[in-house]
């Protein structure tokens, strides 16, 4: 059984920073891409940032030069590293990847969200 857990959300003040991270654990035969989403209330799920297993990133054009992923392939876990944080960030937060639990099956497996509040 796979399961990702995140941690490091809460309440924050606007422009202040904050550090999610999100652990895999399980029967892991590897990790591919790993990737942040958010959701604010009475929106979509939208793609906040992506890192692959050779460490290429990509970003929401929202969150460019604020937000840094990153990774540590030894301990199955990415970060999500938030500065200068606005009030139009307050979303809940979901961790995503990609994982191969054999050498034949691979599917997406996705933390619990966890909330993300910016006061102005």
């Known amino acids: 059984q796979v399961q990702l857990v995140e941690s490091g959300g809460g309440l924050v003040q606007a422009g202040g920073s904050l550090r999610l991270s999100c652990a895999a654990s399980?029967?892991?035969?590897?990790?591919?891409?790993m990737s942040w989403y958010r959701q604010a209330p009475g929106k979509q799920r939208d793609l906040v940032a992506a890192?692959?297993?050779?460490?290429?990133?990509n970003y929401a054009d929202s969150v460019k030069g604020r937000f840094t992923i990153s990774r540590d392939n030894t301990k199955k876990t990415q970060y999500l590293q938030m500065n200068s944080l606005k009030p139009e960030d307050t979303a809940v937060y979901y961790c995503?990847?990609?994982?191969?639990?054999?050498?034949?099956?691979?599917?997406?497996?996705w933390g619990q969200g966890i909330q993300v509040t910016v006061s102005s």
């Open positions: 890192v692959t297993s050779g460490g290429y990133t």
């Open positions: 995503a990847a990609q994982i191969a639990v054999s050498r034949s099956y691979t599917r997406v497996y």
């Open positions: 399980g029967t892991i035969f590897g990790v591919n891409d």
